[in-house]
């Protein structure tokens, strides 16, 4: 992994608490993909040839279309959980990791409900990282934000920083792992957008189940690829998007 990219933003924690309200919603419970199955899967990553730095000329990133996620639909969490071996249960469910949750929006406004997967947003200057005191919590060079499980020491102020709640503490022992996706309890955690399929030139897992095509993958650094083209094209939103954290998950609809 690369040496992690500590730009300070304590600014943004005592905001961490916010959540989705400056969107003018509220959330009423607690989890991406945008052009249609094919042009998505078009979208592929390059693969990134074994022992190389990943390259700061690219940025990884997400455009979730909330019109085209379906109430009810846990498809992206079940991939996401079945591709990174999430799968406790524990008897107090507030416990078990959850590296993406659906949640409802409901627009104040005019009681309309919008239905979304909310993860790690990937920011490019992510609070976790300025307050972590060991370094565990990281922003790689191609932007994806990861957690060192070697030096987490479980102290969860990434957790307290965070103002998506995307992160998870690993309460219980873990068997039946990824050997691609080390966890350890002890530690926390949170969506790496399969940094491990990435770096083979495949998509995300939960990009890839989304039968809606609700989300899309790419290069946001590339004025010519297709996520960029349709950020480009269509009204986007990111989520709390004043407290500029340059997210790199981005919504449609919303």
Known sequence: MNAPDRNPRRAFIAAAGAGVAGLGFTAIAPGLHLMAVGEANAATATARPAGTAASPAVRWGLLIDATKCAPGCTKCIDACHEENGVSEQLPDPRQNSQWIRKIELVDRRNG?????????????????????????????????????????????????????????????????????????????????????????????????????????????NDPNSAISKRIASVPTTQVRSDLRLDLGVRYQGI
């Open 112 to 220: 309309r409900v919008t239905t979304l997967p909310m993860m790690c947003q990937h920011c490019a200057n992510p609070p976790c990282v300025d307050v972590c005191p060991t370094g565990a919590s990281m922003k790689r060079a191609d932007g994806i934000v990861l957690v060192d499980r070697h030096t987490c020491i479980g102290c969860r102020y990434c957790m307290m920083a965070c103002p998506y709640k995307a992160r998870s503490f690993v309460h219980s022992n873990l068997t039946e792992q990824n050997p691609e996706v080390p966890r350890g309890k002890g530690c926390v955690e949170s969506c790496t957008l399969c940094v491990h399929r990435v770096d083979k030139g495949q998509q995300p897992a939960c990009v890839e189940k989304c039968p809606e095509g609700a989300m899309s993958f790419g290069d946001l």
